[in-house]
């Protein structure tokens, strides 16, 4: 084998080495970036029922029936947004709320 075909094996060798080697850190990068970017609104949304829930709640208790109410009209409501590609009609989160010893109410 010729000196320059050794060579031009070597390079096509260590180029495909540096784009795995990019490649996985771009993966790794953008998994992150991904992650993050679901998880923020959902530690929002997290507080947000929270403090729904809070005002729904009185010395008896939490008013789960009002609470029910609550959401079955916004899951009744219909809208249109247009989210890139999807569009999204209606509501479709739901919550679960428990009493101290995780009994869903």
Do not use: C, W
Not at 20 to 38: D, G, S
Request: no cysteine; glycine share 4%.
């Amino acid at each position: 084998m010729s000196t320059s075909a050794r060579i031009l094996i070597a390079f096509v060798f260590l180029l495909f080495g540096g784009l795995v080697y990019l490649a996985r850190n771009l993966t790794v990068r953008v998994e992150r970036q991904y992650m993050e970017a679901a998880e923020e609104p959902m530690v929002d949304a997290a507080y947000l029922f929270a403090s729904l829930v809070d005002q729904f709640t009185d010395d008896r208790g939490i008013q789960v029936d009002a609470l029910r109410e609550s959401f079955a009209r916004a899951h009744e409501r219909r809208f249109s947004a247009k989210i890139y590609n999807f569009e999204k009609t209606k509501v479709k989160m739901h919550l679960y709320v428990t009493d101290a010893h995780g009994i869903v109410l």
